[in-house]
């Protein structure tokens, strides 16, 4: 079993800066993808950031440029660097993580609790 822990939400203003931390704990082999989703009231969640093992990664259109993701993998941790952040990216912000338990073996995935980021203007 694999437990993912969020830190580093909190309220900012317009143009500000915050960094997320996101860190698997328990039982771990192989952490695969890792990333960032977000859920605004009233809204789906829908996918901020995601990083393979390797390193590549990919954005959603509305945070390219302002949101960088990364990992520390000897620390199993991904991060989310969030950089002249507007109104609308209030949001909860939940981490998101793909583990598979031994080679072969199925890939299950895990979500974070969420941590909230609210931006005001």
């Known amino acids: 079993q694999v437990q993912l822990v969020e830190s580093g939400g909190g309220l900012v203003q317009s143009g500000g800066s915050l960094r997320l931390s996101c860190a698997a704990s328990g039982t771990i082999f192989m952490l695969n993808a890792m990333g960032w989703y977000r859920q605004a009231p009233g809204k789906q969640r829908e996918l901020v950031a995601a990083?393979?093992?390797?390193?590549?990664?990919n954005y959603a259109d509305s945070v390219k440029g302002r949101f960088t993701i990364s990992r520390d993998n000897a620390k199993n941790t991904v991060y989310l660097q969030m950089n002249s952040l507007k109104p609308e990216d209030t949001a909860v912000y939940y981490c998101?993580?793909?583990?598979?338990?031994?080679?072969?073996?199925?890939?299950?995935?895990?979500w974070g609790q969420g941590t909230q980021v609210t931006v005001s203007s």
């Open positions: 998101n993580a793909d583990h598979r338990s031994d080679y072969g073996a199925p890939v299950y995935n895990y």
């Open positions: 990083s393979t093992s390797g390193g590549s990664t």
